[in-house]
């Protein structure tokens, strides 16, 4: 699973909080799956079965970050078999002897092309290793109100009326009510008084299960409400819920393969826009590359100060006085940079919780970094004529750098 491999890896898991559930009663069966990501590009995916393999419906999307691609994070295939891939707490396991090991990447699609219930799933489950889902999970739910959460050591198989889930190891949860999911467990609070039996009501599940945090308007990126025995899939478009997109998944499986962008299927978002607009190197692929330049610059500064340091201190004493504060200020601020860099890069949270999300001590880092550039620019001053294009070209950078922490609300947390 190696998109939500990386996302798990990038994000606490109580940031990612997707949500999901199942509800099943008079023999109607109702899934709701809450998809949180700051994603800019959301699809839904249309697929017909071929050589007597299953068609189905599929939402995902992925942003411009280059080691992710774009991949199906929810879907139902016409047999109303169902699932919802989640990110969970990390955790290794041995190979399988005897089993090929296959991403999630391959194995949803294999699923789901040719399974109609849970049974089925579990069945081809069980003849692959699953040692790549390390913090992944798999919901799966079908027509008949039967579910299965699927880990990389673990296979759960249920039949009760109602279940939940978030992202966390089910595997080795001993009570459900005390996951630290608080969206999570208003869901279950409903679940359990009863709540959910109809389509309205499952609908108000979905969306007690979603957010919208207060910064940008960001949280939940879409929510899908599927009806598995009428093979009926129900989107939400960024947190709203008074504005639906139903499908008919046997019916649109007629039309051909193809693929629509979510937000056209909705009105105006204007939290999403503000999304959009939001400048990181998760959306745009020019901006990531952009920092990994910044950073091979600061790596050859530091480099370079680090020999002038060294330099410095072979000299004569009148000479090191002169020649050593620069050197020293320039590569610190070389390798504070390289740290930051390192946790923009890889690190989505960080852009919507602040550096404190990553680790706290990374909050001081903004602020050092601005002292020291400003006691470079000071020193500077004081010996333009030794080397004026080298550290005026390096403080310009850092100023650019300095710009961009304050836009992404570095300095606040």
Request: glycine fraction near 10%; include cysteine.
């Amino acid at each position: 699973m190696r998109f939500l491999a990386l996302l798990a890896t990038v994000l606490p898991v109580w940031a990612l909080a997707c949500t999901a559930f199942k509800h099943t009663r008079d023999g109607r069966t109702l899934v709701g799956c809450n998809e949180d990501a700051w994603s800019i590009n959301p699809q839904v995916r249309f697929e017909q079965g071929r050589n007597g393999e299953y068609g189905g419906i599929y939402f995902g999307h992925y942003n411009g970050h280059p080691m992710r691609v774009m991949t199906d994070q929810i879907g139902m295939n016409e047999m109303g078999l169902m699932y919802d891939g989640l990110g969970i707490q990390g955790k290794e396991v041995a190979p399988t002897p005897g089993l090929p090991a296959m991403h999630f990447d391959d194995l949803m699609p294999l699923i789901m092309h040719t399974c109609a219930t849970v049974e089925e799933a579990e069945a081809v489950l069980h003849t692959y290793d699953r040692r790549y889902l390390v913090h992944s999970m798999i919901f799966m739910a079908d027509r008949n109100g039967h579910w299965l959460i699927v880990e990389s050591d673990t296979l759960i198989h249920g039949v009760g009326p109602w279940t939940a889930v978030g992202n966390w190891r089910m595997g080795s949860c001993a009570d459900p009510s005390t996951i630290p999911i608080p969206r999570l467990q208003d869901g279950r609070r409903l679940l359990l008084a009863g709540t959910g039996t109809t389509f309205t009501e499952a609908r108000d599940v979905l969306s007690t299960m979603a957010v919208c945090r207060e910064r940008i308007g960001e949280g939940t990126l879409f929510s899908a409400l599927f009806d598995p025995m009428n093979g009926e899939a129900h989107l939400y478009f960024y947190h709203q819920f008074s504005e639906v997109a139903t499908f008919n998944v046997k019916q649109e499986l007629t039309k051909g393969d193809r693929t629509v962008a979510m937000a056209t299927l909705f009105g105006e978002r204007p939290e999403f826009a503000r999304l959009q607009a939001y400048l990181t190197p998760f959306h745009q692929r020019w901006l990531f590359w952009a920092l990994v330049a910044l950073g091979g610059c600061a790596a050859l500064v530091g480099m370079v100060s680090l020999f002038g340091l060294g330099k410095a201190i072979i000299r004569p004493p009148a000479s090191v006085r002169s020649a050593w504060l620069p050197a020293l200020i320039t590569g610190l601020t070389a390798a504070i940079t390289l740290v930051l860099i390192g946790f923009l890069l890889f690190r989505e949270g960080v852009f919507y919780f602040g550096l404190g999300d990553a680790a706290g001590w990374l909050v001081f880092l903004p602020w050092a970094l601005l002292l020291l550039a400003a006691g470079l620019a000071v020193v500077h001053r004081g010996s333009a004529q030794r080397r004026p294009a080298f550290r005026m070209a390096w403080l310009s950078v850092l100023g650019l750098f300095l710009g961009s922490l304050f836009y992404w609300g570095m300095f606040t947390g």
